[in-house]
Structure formats: C-alpha cells, structure tokens
C-alpha cells in the first residue's frame, strides 16, 4: 500500500468546495433560524413545521439529482456532453413537476397540511402565509438542486460552492436584516426575504449552467 497523493490532492480539490457549501448553508440556516426567533416561539414553531413540509418536495430533488450526477460523470467520461446535458434538463424539468404540484397542494390546503403536524391554532393560522410562499420556494430549490448535478457530476464543484455564498450571506441574509430591522416589518417580511434570495440563486445556477463549462471537465 502507497499513498497516491496526486490523487489523494485531487479527490481534496473535487471535494473540498462541496464540504464548504455545506458549512455555508448550515451556518446560514442556523442564522436565519435565530432570526425567526425574535418573533417569539409561536412563529418559531410555524417556521419549524413549514420547513418540515417543504422537505418533502426538496427530498425529490436530492434524489433526483444523485441519479443525474451520476449519468453527467458517466456521459462526460464516454465523450457524450451532449447526453449528460440532456440528462439534467430531462431531471430539471421533472422535479419541476413533482414540486410544482407539491406546491399546489400547500398552497390550496395550508392549513389541513399543517393540521398533520401541530394542533396548536396560533401555529396554524401565523404558519399559513408561509407554507404558501414555501410552496414556491420548494419549485425554485428543487431546480436549483437538480441542474447542480451538472456540476457535482463533473467534478466542477467550485460554481455551487460560489453561489451559496452569494445567496445566503450576501442575498437572503442580508434581506432578513434589513426586513426585520431597517423596514421593522412583521415575519411576512422575513419569508418573503427567502423567496427573493431562492429566486435569484435559481437564476444564477441556470445562467452558470448555461454557460456549459462543465462540459468541458475530463471525467
């Protein structure tokens, strides 16, 4: 047994950003979460259930982008950019479907969704507002899962890495900020402050993706 540490250096550099994103956006959760704690326990409660439920359209997207990954490495590897690329608009567009009729249903029966999970009717009534805007968030974060796979596939992992820190520290966390002390609105203000910074991280994943030069990685 020898170390190989060309490979073991290259396994790092494919693996390291992926690692930083995931501190990103724990750190930033935990954030946003302490922040949905100055409107007291009862939206603290909303905020926790509603999430929960979103979870559910998210848990898609996570499972479809690991099928894709997988066919973006091994398309890239036998020469085909073209299939890998078609692979993750084919996955792209089906999460699509799944989280938007996820979305319809949060939308059209808040509250009996909520019902499942907590009695309590302050809960229910405060985590309404939110679950429908979740119902829209859950559409923007399962694309933006499913096209990463473009970049998780082919080992371009530093371009998922960049826009979470753009969006969650430089975009939402901000927002919520602002919301909650320059324009002093109520917890409305805080969901519709995470709305707008899972819009436009959709956005920018689209546009890097577009750009293809994930295509260009030797798999």
Do not use: C
């Not at 960049?162 to 969901?191: N, R």
């Amino acid at each position: 047994f020898r170390p190989r540490v060309g490979i073991m250096l290259e396994v790092l550099g494919i693996g390291a950003p992926a690692g930083i994103n995931g501190l990103l956006r724990s750190m930033s959760h935990w954030r946003v979460a302490t922040l949905v704690a100055s409107f007291g326990t009862v939206v603290v409660a909303a905020y926790g259930v509603a999430i929960r439920v979103m979870d559910l359209g998210i848990t898609f997207g996570v499972g479809l982008e690991l099928g894709s990954s997988a066919l973006v490495g091994q398309n890239l590897g036998a020469g085909q950019p073209d299939r890998a690329h078609e692979g993750v608009v084919k996955a792209t567009l089906l999460v699509l479907g799944i989280t938007a009729v996820l979305g319809a249903l949060e939308f059209a029966f808040p509250s009996q969704i909520l019902g499942l999970f907590v009695k309590d009717a302050a809960v229910i009534a405060t985590g309404v507002t939110l679950l429908r805007l979740l119902a829209l968030v859950q559409i923007f974060v399962g694309m933006h899962i499913v096209l990463g796979s473009a970049f998780w596939g082919s080992g371009d992992t530093w371009p998922p890495t960049v826009i979470a820190a753009v969006i969650e520290w430089g975009i939402q966390i901000p927002l919520i900020l602002a919301a909650i002390y320059v324009w002093k609105t109520t917890e409305v203000g805080v969901w519709w402050a995470m709305v707008a910074a899972t819009a436009v991280e959709v956005a920018l994943t689209y546009v890097w993706f577009r750009r293809g030069r994930w295509k260009l990685r030797v798999v």
